[in-house]
């Protein structure tokens, strides 16, 4: 803490604004902004929540979040990255509701993105309930104590640093994810290979033949094809679509950069989401997911196996890399979530012109309102989660990057303005994607104990882009500036 202090204080900027908090005012290597994207992408969900389905489900889950998923991002990173730089530098967004208000010429759209940018409140909470599963397991605390002091802490920096102290700090939490998953994934070397006659997947198949297959159709989340593979593709092509991933390119200064800034930012993402192998290691430590005779809950599987796992100086160690990996994303949260609140719900409906406070102290006092959200929203998922904080968050973020999906991919590869595209398509997202998750419209959702975010996503992205499209092509209009 003393050092991420340090470097927002080193960071920070006199005469601040709302610009210069959103996007920074240094000029940072290609080098730094990967450390800081690759982080912000890969959070306490890759490294402690993901990693817990894995122990749970077996190869069906990696295939989910270690295989398809991580092509997706990757191949949506190269693809939308450069074309929403381009367009985004020009017209000096801040956000992602800024970028589509702009490039439709719609204050609609963007006090729409501004108010769906709520839902991304639901990921602050899966990052803080995964930090404070793993330090009050390591710590022997008070679960609401620690959620408190995790909550109060970052939010304080956050505010007093921005964008410019969130790329210093994502580094160092970056380098530091670096060492510990190295470590983590070295930790299982002996179920890698053959002990005593036995591999990995034997040893899997004798505590669960399910663990083993493709598709493990006894499980809530990764039952067949369509399930694993092209849900979870669609899902991670759409999941770069969010604020804190997009703006990310906006911090480099210089065009040529970006290349190697994409290719810096693929080659750590690789050792980060090959992460959630762990949760193969932790099954096969905790074959009936018990540990000091109780039971364990899926988001406690992967902090047990820490604690139990290492020594307590590398023990240590793991922790603060895990801590790390959790704080990258939400510090990237904390800084885009009340921006968009500011700057494209409150500011347009107040007028920007209006004489009052000024923005960025608006601004803190939504950062405020949003610090408070998440504790009571983290505590209801300590007590009472569906299975997992995962499924919650899922179900608020694939919400929103279902809606941001149409509006990001037309506004970059076309050259209309015609604002019914994305707002319809947006809508329509929306409302897919919560009405087959809450009126469980599919065979998949009927009777479910346990929904799968991702199937609502899916149909939604799905439907969404049918719609758009149609917009498109019966109800052309004159093309952007960008087209120029």
């Known amino acids: 803490m003393g050092v991420l202090f340090y470097l927002v204080i080193k960071s920070r900027i006199k005469n601040e604004s709302i610009e210069t908090y959103a996007l920074g005012s240094k000029s940072f290597s290609s080098f730094s902004v990967a450390l800081s994207l690759a982080a912000s992408l890969t959070s306490a969900a890759t490294f402690i929540i993901n990693p817990g389905f894995i122990a749970l489900y077996g190869f069906s889950a990696y295939l989910t979040f270690g295989v398809v998923m991580p092509l997706s991002i990757f191949v949506a990173l190269i693809i939308l990255m450069k ?87 994502n580094s160092l939490q970056a380098v530091m994810m670096i060492a510990v998953a190295v470590i983590l994934l070295g930790s299982g070397a002996e179920y890698l290979y053959n002990t005593g006659g036995e591999g990995i997947i034997a040893r899997l198949a004798k505590i669960d033949p399910n663990l083993t297959k493709t598709f493990n159709t006894e499980s809530p989340l990764f039952r067949d094809f369509f399930e694993v593979v092209i849900c979870n593709a669609i899902v991670g092509i759409a999941i770069v679509c969010q604020p804190h991933i997009l703006t990310k390119s906006l911090l480099i200064k210089k065009d040529a950069q970006v290349n190697r800034f994409l290719a810096y930012s693929i080659l750590i993402l690789i050792v980060f989401f090959s992460v959630v192998i762990t949760g193969f290691y ?52 904390i800084q885009a979530i009340p921006t968009t609140l500011t700057n494209d719900l409150i500011l347009p409906i107040l007028g920007r012109h209006k004489k009052g406070i000024p923005a960025i102290q608006i601004n803190w006092i939504v950062t405020f309102i949003v610090a408070i959200a998440a504790i009571v929203l983290s505590y209801q998922q300590l007590v009472s989660p569906s299975l997992s904080v995962g499924i919650f968050a899922q179900n608020g973020v694939y919400a929103f990057f279902s809606a941001a999906f149409v509006p990001v991919f037309f506004g970059i590869f076309t050259k209309t303005n015609n604002p019914y595209v994305p707002i319809v398509a947006s809508l329509v997202a929306v409302v897919t994607h919560f009405g087959i998750y809450y009126l469980e419209l599919t065979p998949y959702m009927e009777g479910a104990t346990v929904k799968n975010p991702a199937i609502a996503s899916a149909i939604a992205l799905i439907v969404s882009t049918t719609v758009g499209t149609l917009i498109y092509v019966v109800k052309p209009m004159k093309v952007s500036a960008y087209a120029t």
Do not use: H
């Open 282 to 333: 932790a099954r096969l430590s905790f074959p009936d997911l018990l540990y000091n005779n109780e039971l364990l809950k899926m988001d406690g599987i992967i902090p047990a196996y820490v604690v139990d796992r290492f020594p307590i100086y590398i023990g240590i160690l793991v922790i603060l890399g895990l801590i790390a990996a959790g704080l990258s994303t939400l510090e990237g949260l």
């Open 83 to 169: 074309r929403f730089r381009q367009y985004g530098i020009n017209v000096k967004s801040l956000t992602i509701a800024d970028w589509v208000g702009k490039r439709y010429g719609s204050t609609f759209l963007k006090i729409l993105f501004g108010f769906l940018s709520t839902l991304l409140i639901t990921f602050i909470v899966l990052i803080c309930v995964g930090i404070t599963k793993v330090l009050s397991k390591a710590l022997d605390a008070d679960e609401l104590t620690i959620l408190i002091i995790l909550v109060v802490v970052v939010f304080s920096y956050m505010i007093a640093g921005g964008a410019n102290s969130m790329v210093y700090t």
